[in-house]
Structure formats: C-alpha cells, structure tokens
C-alpha cells in the first residue's frame, strides 16, 4: 500500500505532500480541480508513459515519490523524474531503475481501475484468475502449478537425453565401424617394433645365412681358418717357453681363447641355421605391419595411442546403452508426471465449470447492486487442445462475457464493456473474489460515474468491503460513496499570484466532512445540506460501531 506520496511541478500542482492510511480513503474535490492529476502521479509511479507536456509550465522537471509499504511490513521508495525536455529517470530505493523493472515492481503496489486507465478486464488472459479468487481453490491450483512443473522438468531432461542419444547415434555408426576395424587387427603394443626386426631378418635372411656361414668357416672349418692358425700359433709359443724360461707363461690365456673362439662358432653355426628364409613369413609380416601402420597413421601415430582410441570408443558405445536405459526410465517417469497433471487439471477444470456457474448467478446480483440492473454475464471455459499451451493455471482458457442490456447476446467483456461498466465490473468482481496480495493499494476513479441514489450508497458500501483487506482509493463525485470512507481528502484548485494550484486536505474532523459532503450533495454549504451530511456520518458510524460489536460478541461466542 502506499504510505506518502510527493509530487512537485506536475501539471497545475505546484507540491503536494499527502499520506494515506489503511482502510477506504476517498478522494473528492470539484471538477478539474486535480483529482485525476493525483491518480496519475500514482501511475507514473507504477510504470505509466511519462511525456514532456506533464512538467508545470516555467519549471525544469517534475518529482514524483511514493513510500509503498508490502504485505511484510518492509517499505519501498520509488522516485520518478521527469524533465521538460522529455527525459524520465526511474529510482527505487534510490537506485537507478528502468521502466520495465518499475511496471513489473508496480503489479505487486499498486492497482488502478478507471475510465481512462489500462485495465487487467482489458486483457482476457487475467480473467482465469478472478475465477479461480472466486473458487477459493488455491490449494489445488497450487497442486497442479506444482504437477505441471514436475513433468515439464522431466520432458527437459527426457529431450535433453534424447539430444544426446541422437549425437551418439549420428556418429554410432562410424563408432562401430571404428572398433570393428581396431578389433579385427587386435594390436598389441609393442607388436610394431618386433614385427619390424623380424621383417629386417626375413627380407636379408639369405644374406645373414651367407655371413654366418662364412665366418664359421674362416674360423674353424677351412684349411686357413683361426683354430687351424692358433694351432702354429701355439706350437711357436711352446719353444719360446721352452727356449727362453724368461717368457710369460700364458696357458690360462690360450684356454680363454678357445674357449671364446669355439662359442663364437657355436653361436655361428646356430644362427646360420635358425635363420629363416621365408617368402610366405616374410609377406605375412610385411602384410602385418602394413595394418598397424594404417591404424596408426588414423587413429593417432602409435600403437599406444591406437589402443588408447579403441577403449574410448568402447565407452562411448557402452555409454550409449546406458543413456538409452536411462531414456525409457525417463519416459516412464514423464508420462506418469503428465497423467498426474492432467488428473489435476481435469478436478481443476471441474471447480471452475462449478465456479462459474455460481459466479455467474452472484455476479449479475452484486452488479445489479452497482446499477446496471439488466446484465448477463457468464464465464466461458474452453479447454486448450495443445500440450504446448498447457500451463502452471491448468488446461482452461476463461473469458467473461457481458451484456450490460437486457436482449442482447453477452460477448466479450473486452470488446463490449464502456470505461465505466468495465471499472464497476472490476468492482463486483474484487468484492466477490479478491485477486491481489493484502495490503495492495486499489485506486477507483471515478467507479461510480453516472449513478447516483441508492446504487451509488451501494458502491459505496462495496467499497468500504474491500476496504478491509486492501487499502482503497477512490475519486469520487458522490456523497453516498465519500460518507464511507474511512479517511476523506478534499483536492482543490485555488488562484494563487495568477496561477492555478492544486493542494490536497485531509478532512479530520466530521464538521470537515461534512461542509465537503454538502457541496458534493447541493453545490454548496447550506445549513441543511452539512445538517444532512452530519446525520449521515453519524448514521454510518453507528452502523459500523454495531457491525463491529457484533463481530466481536461472534469472536467470543467462538472463544466459549
């Protein structure tokens, strides 16, 4: 609700500084004399256009600030500026603000129903929610809000998983294939290295035989061959000994020789016959290694590397097994969530058929109160056929439909009501179900325009109603609606130094309320007419005195 409200140079009003309390404020004052300027600064506040032509004439901008308190008791100052060059800047709680942030802020403050003004009727998305106040089902459409948010949920991960099944299966293909073509060759790392050894033996295998052989024979089996030449070789060492005693005796170095000599022969002749000198080996092992050096130059430039890529797409594929499992859990999940929700909505569909079935009977009784005595009115429910339109609200569209003249066929509120109609519309429908958070300030202007006498006593006293849950404010011409408010405030228009300026008073006292009640009954302040508006005070003190004693013989009757 809103707690103060400052403007400076809007328009004719020079500064206005007003608080308003809880309750039912009214707000009168003569023609023109700036009532609606005061229900505008309240909409620029909240969002609405502001243009250049709103700044007071000779004046470089104008301030408009309101102190909004919530339901919570924390409060919020919201500030606008706007310059004569056409400039508006937004603050809230002092900081920099947008328009945007502003309107979105205001739903939440602020509410303003008049002839001139947007209207939440004007939009038929905001009528589910009136019938659905009028129900009184929060419970239940908490219930389905909570249920459409669960399978909403699930269908995410369930196409997120389906995204990423259909990433592994654009590529499934090539991944098989891939490990088709490593398992059929099976490498084994380190395989390269001896098959190249083995490919060098087999390719010079005749070559190495040849080499072998003849080193065998150099060294032990022809007539010139090593072991043939020690033989002398040791025969002259002999007589060297024999002959000169002074010669180094080398007997254990000869044994080491023949003994290194004769496995260096046996080392030969082995080799020579273990060397393989095989064609079919060695196309085999060229054929071998022509594979592996295929799999290395695609899968990474070493066996290590090739066997590395092997096991990564077996995870993949091993991978896309599980995100498969995990798919039809998923889908299992999501059509039971859906079911769930759709269970909800049906039992919610039904209340609301229900609903609107009452709503309408109370609602052509309660605006027949606001004289518009010949309405037809109902709520037209239908049912939206794509699950894309499903939402947190159900499955149900609601539109009202209205004719405020008797014969003809209702059509829609939207398109049929005039500003007035649709602001006392808004007034039946707040009584009968109100749709905004407590302590939400709710601005009629001028909701009782062209009635007058018993109807307008009882807008009047609907007023003062939705006075008890949310702070009302209301431009009024009618005394029978100005004697129920609980806080009155006369706007006036005075010529000060040849210009006009706007103030605002609060009436605090009955002879105050009286004097404004009179000229709002006669014109003027005739005797009789301040006589007439003091028996009317007094009769609706009274009558509020009685209803609350009776609320609170109720409450103990209650207690006991």
Same mark, same amino acid.
């Given at each position: 609700?809103?707690?103060?409200?400052?403007?400076?140079?809007?328009?004719?009003?020079?500064?206005?500084?007003?608080?308003?309390?809880?309750g039912?404020?009214?707000?009168?004052?003569?023609?023109?004399?700036g009532?609606?300027?005061?229900?505008?600064?309240?909409?620029?506040?909240i969002g609405?256009?502001?243009?250049?032509?709103?700044?007071?004439?000779?004046?470089?901008?104008?301030?408009?600030?309101?102190?909004?308190?919530?339901?919570?008791?924390d409060?919020?100052?919201?500030?606008?500026?706007?310059?004569?060059?056409?400039?508006?800047r937004?603050?809230?709680?002092?900081?920099?603000?947008?328009?945007?942030?502003?309107?979105?802020?205001g739903?939440?403050?602020?509410?303003?129903?008049?002839?001139?003004?947007?209207?939440?009727?004007?939009?038929?998305?905001?009528?589910?929610?009136?019938l659905?106040?009028?129900?009184?089902?929060?419970?239940?459409?908490?219930?389905?809000?909570?249920?459409?948010?669960?399978?909403?949920?699930?269908?995410t991960?369930?196409h997120?998983?389906?995204?990423?099944?259909?990433?592994?299966?654009?590529?499934?293909?090539l991944?098989?294939?891939?490990?088709?073509e490593?398992?059929?060759?099976?490498?084994?790392?380190?395989?390269?290295?001896?098959?190249s050894?083995?490919?060098?033996?087999?390719?010079?295998?005749?070559?190495?035989?040849?080499?072998?052989?003849?080193?065998?024979?150099?060294?032990?089996?022809?007539?010139?061959?090593?072991?043939?030449?020690?033989?002398?070789?040791?025969?002259?060492?002999?007589?060297?000994?024999?002959?000169?005693?002074?010669?180094?005796?080398?007997?254990?170095?000869r044994?080491?020789?023949?003994?290194?000599?004769? =496995?260096?022969?046996?080392e +030969?002749?082995t080799?020579?016959?273990?060397? /393989?000198? @095989?064609?079919?080996? !060695? *196309? %085999?092992?060229?054929?071998?290694?022509?594979?592996?050096?295929?799999?290395?130059?695609?899968?990474?430039?070493?066996?290590?590397e090739?066997?590395?890529?092997?096991?990564?797409?077996?995870?993949q594929?091993?991978?896309?097994?599980?995100?498969?499992?995990?798919?039809?859990?998923?889908v299992?999940?999501?059509?039971n969530?859906?079911?769930?929700?759709?269970?909800?909505?049906?039992?919610?569909?039904?209340?609301r058929?229900?609903?609107?079935?009452k709503?309408?009977?109370?609602?052509?009784?309660?605006?027949?109160?606001?004289?518009?005595?010949?309405c037809?009115?109902h709520?037209?429910?239908?049912?939206?056929?794509?699950?894309?339109?499903?939402?947190?609200?159900?499955?149900?569209?609601?539109?009202?439909?209205?004719s405020?003249?008797?014969? =003809?066929?209702?059509?829609? +509120?939207?398109?049929?009501?005039?500003?007035? /109609?649709? @602001?006392?519309?808004? !007034? *039946? %429908?707040?009584?009968?179900?109100?749709?905004?958070?407590?302590?939400?300030?709710?601005?009629?202007?001028?909701?009782?325009?062209?009635?007058?006498?018993?109807?307008?006593?009882?807008?009047?006293?609907?007023?003062?109603?939705?006075?008890?849950?949310?702070?009302?404010?209301?431009?009024?011409?009618?005394?029978?609606?100005?004697?129920?408010?609980?806080?009155h405030?006369?706007v006036?228009?005075?010529?000060?130094?040849?210009?006009?300026?706007?103030?605002?008073?609060?009436?605090?006292?009955?002879?105050e309320?009286?004097?404004?009640?009179?000229?709002?009954?006669?014109?003027?302040?005739?005797?009789?007419?301040?006589?007439?508006?003091?028996?009317?005070?007094?009769?609706?003190?009274?009558?509020?005195?009685?209803?609350?004693g009776?609320?609170?013989?109720?409450?103990?009757?209650?207690?006991?």
């Amino acid at each position: 609700m809103i707690r103060f409200l400052s403007i400076r140079d809007l328009a004719v009003v020079d500064r206005i500084e007003v608080e308003f309390l809880d309750g039912f404020n009214v707000l009168t004052g003569e023609t023109g004399a700036g009532k609606s300027i005061i229900v505008g600064a309240l909409g620029l506040l909240i969002g609405g256009r502001a243009t250049s032509d709103l700044v007071r004439t000779g004046c470089e901008r104008a301030v408009i600030q309101g102190t909004f308190e919530n339901a919570d008791g924390d409060e919020c100052i919201v500030r606008r500026e706007i310059s004569v060059q056409g400039r508006s800047r937004i603050f809230i709680d002092d900081a920099l603000s947008t328009v945007g942030r502003l309107k979105e802020l205001g739903k939440s403050l602020v509410d303003i129903h008049g002839q001139h003004e947007h209207q939440e009727l004007l939009d038929p998305k905001n009528h589910i929610r009136f019938l659905d106040a009028f129900a009184g089902h929060a419970d239940l459409l908490l219930d389905v809000s909570s249920r459409y948010r669960k399978w909403r949920k699930l269908e995410t991960e369930l196409h997120a998983e389906m995204e990423n099944v259909k990433s592994v299966s654009e590529n499934l293909s090539l991944l098989e294939f891939e490990l088709a073509e490593i398992d059929s060759v099976s490498p084994v790392d380190g395989e390269d290295e001896k098959l190249s050894i083995e490919r060098t033996r087999l390719a010079n295998a005749e070559r190495l035989v040849g080499l072998a052989s003849r080193a065998y024979q150099e060294l032990y089996e022809s007539d010139s061959s090593v072991m043939s030449s020690l033989g002398t070789i040791w025969r002259d060492m002999d007589e060297l000994e024999t002959t000169d005693k002074s010669f180094p005796r080398v007997a254990n170095s000869r044994e080491m020789i023949l003994t290194g000599l004769s =496995e260096i022969a046996d080392e +030969l002749r082995t080799y020579s016959l273990s060397v /393989e000198t @095989s064609p079919e080996r !060695l *196309a %085999l092992v060229e054929e071998r290694l022509s594979l592996l050096e295929g799999l290395k130059r695609k899968y990474g430039g070493s066996l290590v590397e090739v066997i590395e890529r092997r096991n990564e797409i077996e995870a993949q594929l091993d991978s896309a097994t599980g995100v498969e499992k995990e798919i039809g859990r998923l889908v299992d999940m999501t059509k039971n969530a859906k079911q769930l929700y759709i269970s909800a909505g049906k039992e919610l569909t039904d209340r609301r058929l229900e609903a609107a079935s009452k709503l309408k009977r109370e609602f052509e009784d309660e605006i027949a109160h606001l004289a518009i005595a010949s309405c037809v009115f109902h709520a037209e429910i239908s049912e939206r056929l794509s699950e894309e339109d499903w939402r947190e609200s159900g499955r149900d569209d609601v539109e009202f439909y209205f004719s405020a003249n008797q014969g =003809e066929t209702p059509k829609s +509120l939207v398109r049929t009501a005039s500003g007035g /109609e649709l @602001s006392r519309v808004m !007034l *039946a %429908l707040k009584t009968l179900g109100a749709t905004d958070a407590a302590r939400k300030t709710l601005v009629f202007d001028e909701v009782d325009a062209g009635v007058g006498g018993e109807a307008a006593d009882r807008i009047g006293r609907r007023l003062e109603k939705l006075g008890s849950a949310f702070q009302v404010l209301s431009v009024t011409h009618a005394p029978q609606v100005a004697v129920y408010g609980d806080e009155h405030f006369s706007v006036r228009k005075r010529l000060i130094s040849g210009r006009s300026v706007t103030s605002i008073e609060r009436l605090g006292s009955d002879k105050e309320r009286a004097i404004e009640l009179s000229r709002l009954m006669t014109g003027g302040v005739e005797a009789i007419g301040v006589d007439s508006a003091m028996a009317l005070l007094a009769e609706r003190r009274k009558r509020k005195a009685k209803a609350k004693g009776e609320s609170h013989r109720d409450g103990e009757e209650i207690s006991g």
